[in-house]
């Protein structure tokens, strides 16, 4: 679309406004859908924290068989 106000610019400047007009109005449309669709995104940086690393792995089963039943 920005090429065809670029060439309408030139031949018919009324064809060019309605050109750039379109542009800023699928623009708008379209960062709105994104900020909608980024509002249902969870917080990704909430629960950031170090994940157990394979020492930690090793000793889950030996630590759950040593632990008594609830």
Request: negative net charge; aromatic residues 2%.
């Amino acid at each position: 679309m920005a090429d065809g106000g670029s060439y309408a610019a030139r031949k018919n400047p009324e064809r060019a406004t309605q050109a750039l007009e379109a542009i800023g109005d699928t623009s708008r449309e379209a960062l709105g859908e994104l900020r909608t669709l980024l509002g249902m995104v969870p917080d990704a940086t909430a629960d950031l924290a170090p994940q157990p690393g394979l020492a930690a792995a090793r000793a889950g089963p030996a630590a759950t068989r040593s632990s008594p039943p609830p």
